[in-house]
């Protein structure tokens, strides 16, 4: 790789750093109430002062950190999971993350008469994790071992099968469900600072784990046979890859609900600026997502002002069209 070219991701990364942080300003700025930029320091310095400072502090911080983390999940958990199963229209929902989060509120609020995204996190988490270990234990059996084919075919499977048991026990119970409504449709609304604080450590060493094993996701988009001849541990890559996806997408599913898009648009994005390298893929898709995610969530509150549009069905407008001039291009589409 060339000098020139080198400079000119690090130029770019610099650019999308720059962005997320104008990005996270007018989040914080914008919404139902606009807020001047030079009251939004005060607000944080101050925040048991004015509503404006109320307004600052108690609701569009935790927004605005959750869009960080989320994004940053959902971005590397599809870009991890599009290098390991090789197919460029793979996100978190291939492996059942989505649909085992869901499952796991389903029944806690029906079996355990819990309420409220604070205490759903944990339950949904652990649906995510349950699903994506079934997922990887069905995908592994047999002769051949857990193919890229193999873990996409089993992830549909038993993402639909729990898809399907989730709207049972929903209907079942509909009164019940009605304040989860946001939260299936994917939002940042609602939880508190401290649900944040939950999933930051699983998200952080989800992506420790996703960049440390950049380099050998390289080798294995070359092929198996050749991946091991080069010296890289095709069966564990993939391991940590599952890994690193469960704890990305099923934290980041735990907190905002199934959002979709981020995990299958950003690592194109990210590819047509980096080239196929997979260390620049992770490291632009780190950034990335939570720039997506946070132009979707200011968009959803202005488009329906007063009301708001959850991000969730922003993503699903914002993504589309981009991802469909991306995937015209081949460059953009080629793993």
């Known amino acids: 790789m060339t000098a020139q070219r080198r400079a000119r991701r690090r130029l770019g990364l610099g650019g999308g750093i720059l962005l997320l942080v104008v990005l996270a300003i007018a989040s914080l700025a914008i919404g ?31 927004r605005t950190v959750l869009g960080v983390l989320v994004g940053a999940a959902l971005g590397v958990a599809g870009a991890l999971i599009q290098a390991f199963t090789r197919n460029p229209l793979a996100d978190p929902g ?15 609020i029906v079996f355990l008469g819990l309420e409220g995204i604070g205490q759903l996190v944990w339950p949904a988490l652990i649906g ?8 990887y234990a069905v995908g592994r059996s047999g002769r051949s071992g857990a193919t890229p084919i193999r873990m996409t075919l089993a992830g549909v499977g038993i993402g639909a099968v729990l898809a399907g048991i989730t709207s049972a026990i929903s209907l079942s119970n509909p009164q019940r469900f009605h304040s989860m409504l946001g939260w299936s449709a994917g939002t940042l609304v609602g939880p508190p600072l401290s649900t944040s604080g939950v999933i930051a450590p699983l998200v952080g060493v989800g992506l420790v784990v996703a960049l440390g094993i950049s380099r050998d996701l390289n080798a294995l988009g070359l092929g198996e046979d050749l991946a091991s001849s080069l010296g890289s541990r095709v069966v564990v890559t993939r391991s940590l890859a599952v890994l690193a996806v469960t ?89």
Request: glycine content about 10%.
């Open 32 to 62: 139902s109430k606009d807020i001047p930029f030079d009251q939004i320091w005060p607000a944080l310095l101050d925040p048991t002062g004015s509503d404006t400072a109320l307004i600052v502090t108690g609701l569009r911080v935790p």
């Open 94 to 108: 291939v492996l059942g993350v989505n649909a085992g989060a869901a499952l796991g509120v389903s029944v806690s």
């Open 128 to 135: 995510a994790v349950v699903a994506t270990v079934g997922v």
């Open 247 to 335: 704890l990305l997408a099923g934290a980041a599913t735990a907190a905002a609900g199934p959002i979709g898009f981020i995990g299958l648009m950003v690592p194109h994005v990210a590819r047509w600026i980096t080239g196929p390298d997979q260390r620049w893929i992770m490291a632009y898709s780190v950034v990335l997502g939570p720039c997506v995610l946070l132009l979707s969530d200011i968009v959803g509150r202005i488009v329906m002002r007063p009301a708001e549009l959850p991000v969730g069905i922003v993503t699903a407008f914002v993504g589309a069209p981009i991802l469909i001039s991306l995937a015209r291009r081949s460059k953009a589409s080629a793993l």
